[in-house]
């Protein structure tokens, strides 16, 4: 943890279709978050079906200077208080990362402050000492609409992929299956909702355990399995929609809990505590599910589960030494894609 004197950290996450910003005020060890904003574009996004990367990035543009506003307004501030910005620089949509990294370097350079570069992926699973401090090293389990990565997390900056998805994440998993039950976008809180009325057993889905490749996750599978029995069953899916959702969700779920077990024993981390963090860490099926099946499961507060700035913020508290000095900080870029070492070298 920072050991640093009293610090006023903006927050700016733009990395897909949530634009977030926030304040954390710091002490030493301490941190409070002042306050965060957040504005979703899935009205902007549902006559697509999916996220536009150039529409995202339209809309984070639009969004992110009257925010900015707003935040300071609400707590009585102004960005000449800020001693640091932190923002999202990896990964994510690369228009989208570089709208809230050029809104970053603007601040910097009209106040000379450092900027810290943040792997959200990373500050997903760290945002759970934001409401649940957890000793290190932990094995973390990290489900998004982007992402499904089972990581251990030895520092704020030291981590290590164990497992990954071979193709769609959870999240795409359930928005793809939404889409082909017209449920709309996005979907995954609706098959949840849904969920909790039906019968999860009454249909059979596939569950992907690929046992020759430990750590391995695939969904494609379990989404097509979903479209044929859509094809064949059409009237299950008039009828029994909430037995259909259920049973859906249960596949998905239970392929995460299967994977998480097979790189606990694999590596023999049973001791490790989970944490479970991303936009999926909401769904109350696999939150019932992995805290009925593991004795030390740790789950990031909802609202810190999507894509926010007080995850951002917080990362740059837990990890100062990553801060980048003004002007060199003005060199920073995004990156569009994940990496499997937390570096900003």
Not at 11 to 25: H, K, M, N, Y
Not at 60 to 80: C, D, G, I, M, Q
Request: glycine share 8%; charged share 20%.
């Amino acid at each position: 943890m920072s050991q640093e004197m009293s610090r006023l950290i903006l927050g700016i996450e733009t990395s897909c279709d949530d634009t977030s910003v926030a304040l954390l005020r710091t002490e030493g060890p301490r941190a409070t978050l002042l306050t965060m904003l957040s504005l979703s574009q899935d009205d902007a996004l549902k006559a697509w079906g999916g996220v536009v990367p150039e529409i995202a990035a339209r809309e984070h543009v639009k969004a992110l200077t009257p925010l900015l506003r707003a935040l300071f307004a609400e707590v009585n501030l102004t960005s000449a208080d800020l001693t640091d910005v932190a923002v999202t620089t990896r990964p994510g949509l690369i228009g989208a990362l570089l709208t809230g990294l050029n809104a970053a370097k603007t601040l910097a350079w009209s106040h000379q402050l450092r900027i810290t570069p943040v792997n959200h992926l990373w500050a997903h699973l760290e945002a759970i000492h934001l409401s649940a401090p957890t000793p290190y090293p932990y094995l973390g389990l990290l489900v998004s609409g982007g992402h499904s990565l089972i990581l251990r997390v030895s520092g704020p900056n030291d981590v290590e992929v164990l497992g990954q998805t071979l193709d769609d994440a959870a999240g795409e998993a359930f928005d793809k299956g939404g889409k082909l039950l017209g449920l709309g976008y996005p979907a995954g809180r609706v098959i949840d909702e849904l969920a909790s009325k039906g019968d999860e057993k009454r249909f059979s889905f596939p569950i992907s355990h690929m046992r020759d490749r430990p750590g391995k996750m695939s969904f494609s599978g379990i989404k097509t399995s979903l479209r044929v029995f859509i094809e064949k069953h059409p009237e299950h899916v008039r009828d029994a929609l909430p037995d259909v959702c259920a049973s859906y969700q249960r596949a998905i779920i239970h392929t995460l809990y299967e994977k998480l077990k097979e790189v606990r024993q694999l590596h023999n981390l049973q001791a490790l505590p989970v944490v479970v963090g991303g936009g999926v860490a909401c769904n109350r099926g696999l939150r019932a599910l992995l805290g009925a099946k593991l004795p030390d499961v740790r789950f990031v507060e909802p609202r810190f589960c999507t894509d926010n700035g007080a995850m951002i913020a917080h990362w740059a508290h837990l990890a100062p030494g990553e801060a980048v000095a003004f002007p060199e900080c003005l060199g920073l870029d995004a990156r569009g894609r994940a990496v499997e070492k937390a570096s900003y070298t």
